[in-house]
Each structure stands twice: as structure tokens, then as C-alpha cells.
């Protein structure tokens, strides 16, 4: 797999050499954003979407926090993922090309 990057935030467990270890074992790379950079993150864009369904009802008595992430998570589409992405890309190129975000 040679040229493929697993691309992980700072968070001190994801830079640990274990960490680094285990994942150039299954062949990948490692590369770690810089700090406070959550425009570059899917996942972020992920979790600001699911927070925003999360709460935009008022929770009932039976409701749980997981079931309504989970149901929440559950109505995002394979085009919300790629849109996440593609962001991320979009912001990256304009970090690499020193333009504002």
C-alpha cells in the first residue's frame, strides 16, 4: 500500500509510537494534522452534524445519548460523507496554496 496515509489528529494516544508501529504493520502511513485544525478533519464536520440533530429535539424519558446518535448518524448519506471529504480537500489545498480559509 504504498503511498496510503492513515491521517489522524493530535490527540496524544494517535501519537504514540505504538500507535505508529501498528498501523505502518498493516502497511500504512502515518501523517498527523497540525493542532486546531478542524476544517481539515472529516470527522469533525461528522460530529458537528450528528451534534446538531442530536440536539435539535428535546430528549424524552426513554431517550438515550447513544440511541440518539445513533439514529442521528444513521440518517447521514454515503453523499454527506464524500461532501465531509471533499471540504477537508478543499481546505487542505488552500492551507498548501497560504490562501485564507
Same mark, same amino acid.
Given at each position: ?28 502511513? *502515518?501523517?498527523? !494534522?497540525? &493542532?486546531?485544525?478542524?476544517? $481539515? ?11 446538531? @440533530? ?5 430528549? $424524552?424519558?426513554?431517550?438515550? $445519548?447513544?440511541?440518539?446518535? &445513533?439514529?442521528?448518524?444513521?440518517? !447521514? ?11 477537508? !480537500? @478543499? *481546505? ?8 485564507? $480559509?
Amino acid at each position: 500500500m504504498k503511498d496510503h496515509y492513515l491521517v489522524m489528529d493530535n490527540a496524544p494516544i494517535h501519537t504514540s509510537e505504538d500507535i505508529a508501529r501498528y498501523v505502518e504493520s498493516r502497511g500504512y502511513r *502515518c501523517t498527523c !494534522l497540525p &493542532s486546531h485544525s478542524s476544517e $481539515l478533519n472529516p470527522i469533525e464536520q461528522f460530529w458537528s452534524v450528528v451534534k446538531s @440533530k442530536v440536539k435539535r429535539n428535546g430528549f $424524552l424519558e426513554k431517550d438515550t $445519548l447513544m440511541t440518539r446518535i &445513533s439514529e442521528a448518524s444513521n440518517t !447521514l448519506r454515503l453523499s454527506d460523507f464524500k461532501g465531509f471529504a471533499e471540504h477537508s !480537500l @478543499k *481546505c487542505l489545498n488552500k492551507c498548501r496554496n497560504r490562501q485564507p $480559509l
